[in-house]
């Protein structure tokens, strides 16, 4: 049996609180009303076939609401990060500061910071997939070190609290800075945090410390934390703003 045509998407507006509310409208053979509201901000609304495109419009302001929380919501999302080039001369941060890398040749692996340089040396030829598996090694040879220098500015603040102090672990995590396992005091900070300031480090481990103390995010695991680091959410957001 054919299938019947489809009508092509036409673009309709609405007034909702006096502000303009812009739509794709399309009509399929559906029997109920489909909406979608996107990343890009664009507003989609897919309708029975022979229903009034007036019709449609009363059913978006019904919807305005819903879909002014859902386009607001993606409006405060950080934009998407450039993905990562591994190319000579392309930043990448350590400690918090954006260091060019610099790819030279030699007979043996070898990474180290220089001045305001990552200098990558192993045998030609140079490949990006190599360049990056080189400097993730690097980042995660020096995240012990580091992450056992931060428990050491940062444990002090729990004294009192009577806990066990963490053991750390370095573990690669691409969603999440950190986890804690409160019942046998571990810790797990990934490597891509020496990326950051020593203070966004000290965050997201203090943060972790207090998991210790409070295993969830209710408030009192808040007023810990904000007792314990009161400018907190400054941390995060230089934190959430470094490109991963």
Known sequence: ?????????????????????????????????????????????????????????????????????????FARRPPPAPARSYHAGAAHHYLGRPLALRLTEGPRSAVAAAGHELVITYP?????????????????RQAPALFAEALARVWPAFAGLELRQPTLFVRHMRTRWGSCTPTTARIRLTPDLVRATPGCLDYVLLHECCHLKVPDHSPAFYALQTRLLPDWELWKQRLNALPR
């Open 1 to 73: 049996m054919p299938r019947s045509p489809v009508a092509a998407p036409r673009r309709e507006t609405v007034l909702h609180q006096g502000q303009p509310l812009d739509y794709t409208l399309v009509f399929r053979a559906r029997r109920t009303l489909g909406f979608a509201v996107r990343p890009d901000g664009s507003v989609h609304v897919s309708a029975p076939a022979g229903v009034p495109a007036t019709w449609v419009a009363q059913q978006v302001l019904k919807r305005a609401d819903w879909i002014r929380q859902h386009l607001a919501a």
């Open 124 to 140: 030609a030829p140079h490949a990006p997939a190599r360049t990056e598996a080189l400097l993730l090694a690097w980042y995660a």
